[in-house]
Each structure stands twice: as structure tokens, then as C-alpha cells.
């Protein structure tokens, strides 16, 4: 296998997904984390394109704190992928570990309402 027929089919879904023509990127990865951070990223996956939710809904879904939800989505490896960025604090942006620029930019090309 050449290495632009490995690398092709992930550019492609990510440039469909930055023009707004892809909506969930469903390439195969090998998602590696502790069983709590594979449950809080699971939860992330399901958020929709374009919508957002707070870190304490998904505290309150697994029983715990807002903060370690929020840990749990600072070890995120693949932050598209695992769309982090749909995730928000109660009273604004919250934190993203690619930073707040990035985390507005992901927002903006989904057309999310804050």
C-alpha cells in the first residue's frame, strides 16, 4: 500500500468536513484510553454536528464531576474525531486543548449556537 492510499481516505473526510459537506467522520481508529475517558469520548461522539453540550450534562449521565469530564476530554488524541469541541462550560467556551481559537473556529464551521 502507497502511503497516499492509506492517508486519502482520512483528507478526504476531513476536507468534507471542514467545507460543511460531512457531518461525522467515520474512519476506523484505534481509540486508546482508560475505560472512563473511552465512556466520556463515547458520549462525545454522539453529540451532533453543530450542537453543543455542557461538561456537567455529561458529568451528571456518568455519576461524576464536570471536572473529570473535562480531563478526560484534555487526554482526547483525535479532538475531531472525538469532537471536544462540542463540549462547553455552564457559563461560556470552557477550556480545549488545542486552544479557545480553535475550539470557536470547529464551532463556527458546524454553524453551533452559543
Not at 484505534?30 to 458520549?43: A, P, Y
Amino acid at each position: 500500500m502507497q502511503p497516499a492510499e492509506f492517508i486519502d481516505p482520512f483528507k478526504k473526510q476531513l476536507d468534507e468536513y471542514f467545507n460543511g459537506s460531512r457531518k461525522i467522520l467515520d474512519f476506523p481508529v484505534r481509540i486508546e484510553g482508560s475505560r472512563f475517558q473511552k465512556r466520556v469520548w463515547e458520549i462525545v461522539r454522539r453529540i451532533p454536528y453543530g450542537a453543543v453540550i455542557t461538561y456537567g450534562e455529561i458529568a451528571k449521565v456518568l455519576n461524576t464531576s464536570p471536572r473529570a469530564v473535562g480531563i478526560a476530554l484534555s487526554k482526547n488524541l483525535l479532538p475531531i474525531y472525538i469532537p471536544c469541541h462540542r463540549v462547553i462550560a455552564k457559563d461560556g467556551l470552557g477550556g480545549f486543548s488545542e486552544g479557545l481559537a480553535w475550539k470557536k473556529f470547529l464551532l463556527k464551521v458546524e454553524g453551533a449556537v452559543l
